[in-house]
């Protein structure tokens, strides 16, 4: 098969990475790709939210299956597009169209949603600048701290948590005054909860689904989750506290009522949910969906998927998920994020990237490029804020003669992540290097603790 990745990040690279090993695969090209998926395939020049130019690639090059790793462009229309153009129609595609990528377009549609499946969610009510006297009132009858969301698709940063009611009220007037553009024009007032994040993944034909590793990402730029809201500073998988248990209640609460939902409002759906969820005393709720998968989740997750992803999306996109079974990994992964100095506000572009970026000598560590460039003369740079994901498996284990309890099982997984992934995150130098020295730390104080 000959398949094309649409998008250019760390995501992106990481999915093309795990369809690489596919003996299906053909040929892979990815669109814009990075100098990192230029190794595995063959980068094209384009964006995918230019529609136009997604059609001459799939037709120039003959490709029978493509996979959408950003957002934009599903919410954009691009999976209605490839529906409606009689040369396109019959190609595979991963993702929604625009009616299911509605989910992650719009957080008023998606609370709604939820509230007419009866998926377990925050209370909610959504405002505009003609409404904010009753917003007002809706958060001065919450308490602390305050949830406010853009409903429109803002970068990642259309989420804001105020700790103090006077603070949530300007920042409200900030975001219905155009802060986040037009994606700010309805806000979304949440009830806080409490409890700890993580995030599952499904790939879904609208009636069958797979369930893939979950993670736990970290937003905040410093240790200790201080500081400024990033886009992702690592990752781990699995998560301790995701038991059996656990998925049971997010499939039979969460994951059926979702694509029950679809079906009735008949909206098709051939692609990745990507389900951001809190644990409150052991019962999920949602915080948000998203129509992709999440971007550093992706770089841990893949390299714990151990069946052929190429052979599950292809199914997928033929509407016959039904007939296949995941394999998972019993290895850990661990991801940490190096950016630019300054991110996530101001940082430079264009700084030398020395070390070895895209191989490991342990072949347990993979690395995947989020933000870089590659010179004419073979000089690659940074070209993003958060710049390279490298990620770390544990080693490979005995199961059958392990007495190890999960709890020791889960801090072993971590540790071993550590280990191979910080000596590796130490060799690759630029100016402004940063990356968060504490990926994993909390999950092992907390086992430690009992």
Sequence with gaps: MNVLVLGGGGREHAIAWKISQSKDCSQLFVMPGNPGTGRIGKNLAGSP???S???????????????VGPEDPLVGGLGDFFAEDPALKDVLFIGPCSKGAALEGSKEFAKQFMQRHSIPTAAFRSFTSSSIDEADRFLESLKAPYVLK??????????????????????????????????GNTVVIEEFLSGIEVSMFILTDGKDYLLLPEAKDYKRIGDGDTGLNTGGMGAVSPVPFVTDEFKDKVIKRIVVPTLDGLREEGIPYKGFIFLGLMNCGGDPYVIE?????????????????DSDLLHHLTMCAKGRLGEEKIKISERGALTVVCVSGGYPEGYKKGIRIDGNAFTSDNPDVNIFHMGTSLSDDGILAT?????????????????????????QKA????????????PEAEKIRFEGRYF?????????????KG
Excluded: H, W
């Design 49 to 51: 939210k230019d529609f």
């Design 53 to 67: 130019k997604v059609r001459q690639a799939v037709l120039d090059n003959n490709v029978d299956l493509v996979v």
């Design 150 to 183: 853009a409903d429109g698709l803002a970068a990642g940063k259309g989420v804001l948590i105020c700790q103090d009611l006077d603070q949530a009220k300007a920042e409200l007037r900030n975001m219905l005054g155009g802060k986040f553009g037009s994606a």
């Design 289 to 305: 969906y998203n129509v992709r998968m999440g971007d550093p989740e992706t770089e841990a997750v893949m390299t714990r998927i």
């Design 383 to 407: 070209s993003g804020g958060r710049v390279l994901a490298i990620t770390a498996n544990s080693r490979q284990t005995d199961c059958s003669n392990n007495s190890e309890t999960p709890s």
């Design 411 to 422: 801090v072993r997984l971590i540790g071993e992540g550590r280990d191979a992934c910080y």
């Design 436 to 448: 968060r020295k504490d990926i994993g730390l909390d999950i092992i104080r907390f086992i430690e």
